[in-house]
């Protein structure tokens, strides 16, 4: 038997051991921290394993790069060749050093035969105890060599995690999931969309039959990557599964020339043993302390005016001097023109890649308009979308050779537009000029950046696959462009929630998370995104009283409501709204901007009840003497009375004032009396109470809702 060299990393609730002899090694342990006194040679001997009958000589288990040329009878970690060699395709990577850092270890190895060599990063952090891996490849001989694909450090999660959920959904729909069991042999999700994509979010959660919101162990993944990717889960007959993801790579975009390297996006891993929401609490706790860079730190989220559903492309000025003076009346911080107001743009189909003000309706630029807002006490923003160009462009006619695509071939066309290479500097420089120009003129608060159409084809000018390039130089402009302008915040969209993830939200400052703004698919799509995003990067708007993407008509009580856990916003026609209306968004402003503390700095936790359309979220204070609690019913109750709604995460020896804030459209309704005192004064109950006994709720229509406040009584 070869002797084992073994490594552990502690975080704040957990602990990593891996193990090694001459080959890759393995994460043999993660899961909560060991004792300090632990021997790890002993812990390492108690991973041996079995040798059972009908197999090869050799029972390793899984590495954090599995490799075929090792017997290992499961999908590779890397697959490649070197096409000078019939022999390129195999090797193995061998002799690991290791390289100990402050938050974690890299593994180096050497794969003689083949020319290459290998690093697995392997980082966790103490702070937030959420992990990092990432791969690097690096040709090391004097020969192309072609990666068809590399995974990141593979994860080799315990079998008691015999449950997933996966993440899915469509326009409009976005961050759906399905629970279902790890079942034996391979699952593989894939996204070709050359974005993060509204269908195939690069995350998932692995969890026991028995794990909750708040009970039960779990482990969560995310890619944090913009583009093309596999994920790919597979259990063996041995019943180890291992999970690996990577960028999806297109025919030659894994060409490593001699001397280069090919480092992988990273995995963010995080584990809890106390049920789903602590899990999302350590990954929101990472986003805000190591990912999210606002350019004002403390500044809170300013209320959103945003103009698309309110004009869509009717820019009159007169239109937009009053929804300025309605977004400055209910107490709008931030007004945002959208998509409209440049050159040509009289619809869908023209003007995309001109970012000039359209002289016909802005003789005079921007300038006007950014002044009325400033001048109303509101931040100024702009929609962009600066990877697309129309045909029927100045920018197209010029330049036809600078929009993606494959000779032969037509280009192929969605929503009236093709994608700009903006991997070539030329056209990286005339996007960035423009932008720069527009930024710098009306010193723009605020960019919204859409992206409304997957890549088809996506060819640069040798018609060479150039998707993980798009994404790559998307990196780049963003950078560039606040590094220009470090105040500046960027939005990003694409058609809604089809680019959310880590790897943009490095360089941005909040997603726009579905173009649907019916509260009640909100509801379900909030909740989704929850499980890796916190709440203050969740664009979410109160819309018109019927939506256009669903057809749907609600009330505007249970609209405000799923606007008010999230980066509030208003996407609606303010000008057109009843009194009545008006002052129930104007309320809602004023409760956000008191409570938006809570929501943006404390512990977000989802809350389900055995009605599974009674779904709500709450949020306790860092420091535990305040919470909000918002609960939607979004569909028919099930029965006529709710269930009781503990409260947790209170101080358990503190008193709490329970109130009623709000109550939608058609709650008093719904009941014919209730003298519970959460409708009156409120109520006075300790911490402890509230989480084992909770509070009644009143009898509740369907898409109906309740604000509710808890504060410290002393």
Known sequence: MEELDAFRLDGAETTLVFAWTDGPPALLYQGAMLPTSIDLGT???????????????VNEPVSLHPEAERGFPGHPALIGHRPTSAR??????????????????IFRLIDEARGLWLELDCRLDQDTDVATFRSRLGNRADTPFVIDWLTVPVLAPAQLYSEQISFHGRWCAEFGMTRSPVLPGAMVRENRRSRTSHDAFPGIILLTPETGEETGACLGCH?????NHRLLQERLPTGDVQLQMGCL???QEGLLEPGEVMETP???VARSDCGLNALSQKFHDHVRRRLLQFPAANRPRPVTVNTWEAIYFDHRHEKLTALADAAADIGAERFVLDDGWFR????DATGLGDWYPDEAIYPDGLGPIVDYVRARGMQFGLWVEPEMVSPNSDLFRRHPDWALGVEPYPKIIGRNQLVLDIARPEVADYLFERLAELVGNHAIDYLKWDMNRDLALPGNEEGEAAAASQVIALYRLIDRLLEAFPSLEIESCASGGGRIDYGILERTHRFWVSDSNDAVERFRIQDGFSHFFPPEVMGAHVGPAWSHTSGRGLHTGLRVLAAGYGHMGIEADLTRMSDADREIVRDAVARYKADRAIWHEGRLRRIKTVDPGLIGMLAVSPERTRARMIM?????PRSSLPPRMPILGLEPERAYRVSLQFASEQVEKANR???NPLWSDGCVMMGDVLAMIGIGLPALYAQTGLAIAIDAAD
């Open 88 to 105: 390129g395709w195999a090797g193995r990577f061998r002799h690991p050093q290791l390289e100990r850092r402050d938050d974690g270890v």
């Open 266 to 268: 990273p995995l963010y």
């Open 673 to 675: 009396r209730f003298d």
């Open 43 to 57: 812990l390492v001997s108690c991973f041996q394993r079995p040798l059972p009958h009908a197999t090869l000589d």
């Open 632 to 636: 939607a019913q979004i569909d028919r």
């Open 344 to 347: 040509g743009r009289r619809d």
């Open 249 to 251: 790579l297109l025919s």
């Open 223 to 227: 890619f944090g990557w913009s583009g």
